[in-house]
């Protein structure tokens, strides 16, 4: 199963040491490289660099910044290939930053 998991800023950030917190990312991103539970994954631009579109009878409407509301900013992402949300869970615990955002997992429909 493929799994979805969302790097949130939290609403109140925990500080990490500088550097340290880069590293120890690197390191999660290789282990699961290596083991091959991440399928693809990247930083994002802040939501100022956002753009929105809909399509409305026919008309087509973009708009600047994010439109999503989320509690904190989606800062990144990673896909993950994993046997069930019980195995993606104990992957995205290990995270080094589940301890200062909010990392949310959900399965990719099928």
Known sequence: MRFLMLVCRDSVPVQAP??????????????????RVRVAGGELAPEVEAVAVRVRDGRRQVAEGAFLETQGALLGFDLLECQDMAEAIDFVAAHPLA????????PVMA
């Open 18 to 35: 500088a550097g340290r917190a880069g590293q120890a990312v690197e390191q999660w991103v290789t282990a699961m490289d290596d083991r």
């Open 99 to 106: 301890s200062r955002c909010v990392l949310e997992i959900r």
